[in-house]
């Protein structure tokens, strides 16, 4: 397809129908392909040709996908997941076995964090947090001898914190490995990473990419810029032997990092997306580009609302001059960076529930980034189990607020929490 503008990307790649085919991209809902013959099939195995087998290897509904996300980031190849946990899980080891180690910003989703903090240092792999206003001399001393690559949030859930990807990607470029970068809340429509020099791309597809709360889903994204030959990475330049002695890097070129995601860890860890869920994730693309320039509208409206606002203490979104990541926010997501923001309120942790319970249009629940407009106490849900010192030594205050701003009209949003701040 003729490369097109990332709005048109949304809607029109991944998918043209032939002549008499049906236009909206179906629903290949099979496990499994026939063959004329027995030869042909033993060729996909052995990677030898191309085609779907397999629905746990590849599917025609999950592939157009890839290929709409591949060509929103300006990758060469994607992988789509049963979750953004597998993707941040898969991204990394297909890199990084027992015995390795990866520089990670402690600005990371929770859930990233406990994959990597428990689940993968039982695992055997090492994991050196730093923060992500490190110096460069302090992200310098973080690597070893056994650093496999780099992995950061370019805008982080839920602190909202902006990461300089080009100096992450040059330290890691200086060490010989790449730099993996979690793309969720700015979505390709507002950040490309890519061209920053950041190396692979994840995503967890569940938040504005599906936009209305529908699926959970992720995906990993290629850039096909990392050079897999040289010399620290023997898993794409040595025999597969399982793959009877195929050579990744050889065989697939530039596309070899996510040709290996799939034929070896999504073959042998099976958390492959479902097709159903693939198409419901591609309504939700179709109009991505659209929806995120009004949450961003809506987020920035309200932001500089509640910031006028004299019973709030606070206002946290990167799209405000005076915050602390105003200028790499300029830099990185020069169009706008997502639709949550966060706030304290004055009069703390009894204050903000009183808000919260008199809020009508918005709702209160566990999630991000849908067309609802969404509130969340951190300090009474995901957080609950810290004391009040606790909270503020991991930022998230007794005070605080996050709020997704949804695309309803702005009014109402606006005419919702004022009534639910007259009633605090
Ligand atoms: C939600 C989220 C994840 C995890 O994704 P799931 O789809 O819930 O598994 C990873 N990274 C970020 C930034 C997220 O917001």
């Known amino acids: 397809m003729a490369h097109y503008h990332r709005d048109t990307e949304c809607i029109h790649a991944g998918y043209q129908p032939g002549n008499g085919e049906s236009r909206v991209l179906p629903i290949t809902q099979s496990t499994t392909f026939r063959y004329d013959s027995a030869e042909t099939l033993g060729k996909l195995f052995d990677l030898e040709e191309d085609g779907f087998f397999y629905t746990r290897l590849g599917n025609p509904t999950l592939d157009a996908v890839e290929k709409k996300i591949a060509a929103l980031e300006g990758g060469v190849g994607a992988l789509l997941t049963s979750s953004g946990q597998a993707a941040s899980l898969i991204s990394v080891l297909n890199i990084c076995h ?17 994959l990597f903090y428990k689940t993968m240092h039982e695992m055997g792999i090492d994991f050196t947090f730093l923060p992500a206003d490190c110096t460069e001399a302090e992200l310098e001393a973080a690597f070893r001898e056994n650093t496999r690559c780099v992995f950061a949030e370019s805008l982080c859930n839920p602190s909202l914190v902006v990461t300089d990807l080009e100096m992450f990607a040059g330290a890691a470029h200086r060490h010989g490995v790449p730099m993996i970068v979690d793309n969720t809340f700015p979505t390709p429509i507002n950040c490309h990473p890519f061209e920053f020099g950041v190396d692979i791309v994840t995503h967890s597809t569940t938040k504005y990419m599906d936009g209305h ?72 693309l179709e109009t991505l580009a659209v929806r995120m320039e009004r949450h961003c509208a809506n987020a920035l409206a309200m932001a500089r609302y509640l910031e006028k606002n004299d019973k709030i203490s606070w206002v946290n979104y990167p799209g405000l001059e005076g915050n602390r990541y105003h ?23 009894e204050a903000a529930q009183r808000f919260m319970d008199h809020l009508k249009l918005a709702s209160v629940v566990i999630h991000v980034a849908d067309l609802r407009t969404c509130v969340l106490h ?31 009209n702005i009014a109402d949003i606006l005419a919702d929490v004022e009534q639910a701040l007259a009633q605090v």
Not at 336 to 349: E, N, Q, W
Request: contains cysteine; proline residues 4%; charged residues 15%.
């Open 98 to 114: 027992a015995g390795g180690h990866v520089v990670c910003s402690s600005a990371i989703y929770g859930g990233t964090f406990n």
């Open 213 to 284: 709360a529908v699926q959970v889903g992720g995906c990993i994204v290629d850039s096909g810029n990392f050079n897999w030959k040289n010399g620290k990475f023997p898993e794409f330049t040595e025999p597969d032997e399982s793959y009877h002695g195929v050579v990744y890097a050889e065989r697939f070129g530039n596309m070899a990092y996510i040709v290996k995601a799939r034929t070896h860890l999504m073959r042998d860890l099976g958390a492959q997306a479902s097709p159903t869920n693939a198409f419901l994730l591609n309504l939700g």
């Open 327 to 349: 200028a790499l926010a300029e830099k990185y997501m020069p169009n706008g960076s997502c639709g949550v923001i966060s706030f304290g309120i004055k009069g703390g942790r």
């Open 378 to 408: 951190p300090a009474s849900t995901t957080h609950r189990q810290l004391s009040d010192a606790q909270l503020e030594e991991a930022g998230v205050g007794p005070d605080m607020i996050r709020m997704s701003v949804g695309i309803e």
